[in-house]
């Protein structure tokens, strides 16, 4: 069965510190991976997007990795801000059909506090 | 910011009411998509189109029906809202010809209330 899950569900950091989103899929046959940032009653807005060759792409702040062999990618966030505070969801896209399904994580809500 | 408009944002109805939700974009995309999203859970695609006049279902079973007359608009339909539809309704569009890679613009959402 295709699916994402991703962890931990939800997580409180201090602004300033770094930390890292976990992300496993078994979606197959897998095509690409993308992060999204969802804030608190707006749409999701992308972060990255990583075919099954690339191994870590980054969007300032914001760095994915990704390992195709074990099903796997991370997301993290270095110095974080207030601002970070968001649902954060992983979305793995098969190679199934010309629409190319994306499969959806539940998220990992993070609260940055002062 | 991606210019993909949904209104209205807020919608709080009675059971039994046929309601519209307005989805518009002006970035050209071919590609538009609907996704109902539940608190704490995953998005769930209900409805997509390839271009004008092309609509299918997505993989949940939804009550609601799409059309798509004109590439920018694609609105969602409930002929009889129940309190089951209660969710956040989320509308998107992707660029043209980039395949299974291309990227999606997601709008501000629509969270019904049902009562």
């Known amino acids: 069965k295709n699916q994402v899950e991703q962890s931990p569900q939800s997580l409180i950091i201090l602004e300033g510190k770094n930390c890292t989103l976990q992300?496993?899929?078994?979606?197959?046959?897998?095509?690409?991976l993308r992060w999204y940032k969802q804030d608190t009653g707006r749409g999701p807005v992308s972060l990255t997007i990583?075919?099954?060759?690339?191994n870590t792409k980054s969007n300032g702040r914001y760095t994915a990795t990704l390992d195709a062999d074990t099903k796997q990618s991370s997301l993290h966030i270095t110095a974080s801000q207030l601002s970070d505070s968001a649902s954060y969801i992983c979305?793995?896209?098969?190679?199934?059909?010309?629409?190319?399904?994306?499969?959806f994580g539940r998220g990992t809500q993070l609260t940055v506090w002062p | 910011e991606a210019d993909i408009y949904q209104t209205p944002r807020y919608l709080v109805i009675g059971t039994g009411k046929k309601i519209t939700l307005e989805c518009s974009q002006t970035?050209?995309?071919?590609?538009m998509y609907w996704y109902q999203q539940d608190p704490g859970m995953e998005l769930h695609l209900i409805h997509y189109?390839?271009?004008?006049?092309?609509?299918e279902k997505g993989d949940l079973s939804s009550e609601s029906t799409v059309s798509r007359i004109r590439t920018e608009h694609f609105p969602l339909t409930l002929e009889s809202a129940r309190p089951s539809h209660t969710s956040q309704y989320l509308c998107?569009?992707?660029?043209?010809?980039?395949?299974?890679?291309?990227?999606?613009?997601f709008g501000p959402g629509t969270r019904l209330t049902v009562l």
């Open positions: 970035m050209g995309h071919d590609k």
């Open positions: 979305v793995a896209n098969d190679r199934g059909s010309t629409l190319g399904r994306l499969y």
């Open positions: 992300c496993n899929y078994t979606v197959s046959p897998f095509s690409n």
């Open positions: 998107a569009s992707s660029e043209p010809g980039q395949g299974a890679a291309d990227t999606q613009y």
């Open positions: 189109s390839y271009g004008v006049n092309s609509t």
């Open positions: 990583m075919t099954f060759s690339e």
